[in-house]
Nanobody, 114 residues
Framework: QVQFVESGGGLVQPGGSLRLSCVVS????????MAWYRQAPGKQRELVSW???????GYADSVKGRFTISKDNAKNIVWLQMNSLKPDDTAFYYC????????WGQGTQVTVSS
């Protein structure tokens, strides 16, 4: 059974940084296209960033230039480095396959506020 355990969220001031981690079990990250998603209160879950099997990356326009996705195939971990955070980045952040289909983890809460 595939499981995702996200961590690293917290309260940060605008302009600050956070690094989110996603420990993946039940599958091999090196053989999967992985992604980070987020869901803000009252809004639908949205795709934030993705990284392919060959480490090609992509970003939503709203985070391009501020967020960086990476992975460690040996440790089966996917990271999301978030810089220059804005209040609009406030949300629960989740990782999953880029194609979806797996059960969602508990997510990690990111709050950007002064």
């Amino acid at each position: 059974q595939v499981q995702f355990v996200e961590s690293g969220g917290g309260l940060v001031q605008p302009g600050g940084s956070l690094r989110l981690s996603c420990v993946v079990s039940g599958t091999i990250v090196s053989l999967s296209n992985m992604a980070w998603y987020r869901q803000a209160p009252g809004k639908q879950r949205e795709l934030v960033s993705w990284i392919t099997i060959i480490s090609t990356t992509g970003y939503a326009d709203s985070v391009k230039g501020r967020f960086t996705i990476s992975k460690d195939n040996a440790k089966n971990i996917v990271w999301l480095q978030m810089n220059s955070l804005k209040p609009d980045d406030t949300a629960f952040y989740y990782c999953n396959f880029y194609e979806g289909g797996a059960s969602w983890g508990q997510g990690t809460q990111v709050t950007v506020s002064s």
